[in-house]
């Protein structure tokens, strides 16, 4: 049971991982590139330590005018993978 339920921790961690990355804007690449995902405990840190990145995600770029967080949530959530 545990075993499932880490396994499902993984790849929701993966999703959401993978989702914000997709859909950060690029204009030099840094803030694409700058996304880590580590475990911490029995949990999953995913964060982008450029300063900018907060502005980014509340739709400062005309590339990603909903920002990155809540698309990739939303389409989780589309897919049944989130509540």
Known sequence: MERARDKEADSLA????NGVKSRTP???G???RAWTKRKQGDSYVINNPKPYSGRLDNGYSRQAPE???RPTIRSLRLR????
């Open 80 to 83: 049944g993978k989130l509540k």
């Open 14 to 17: 993966a999703d959401l991982f």
């Open 30 to 32: 840094a803030a694409k």
């Open 26 to 28: 690029v204009r030099s």
């Open 67 to 69: 920002g990155m967080t």
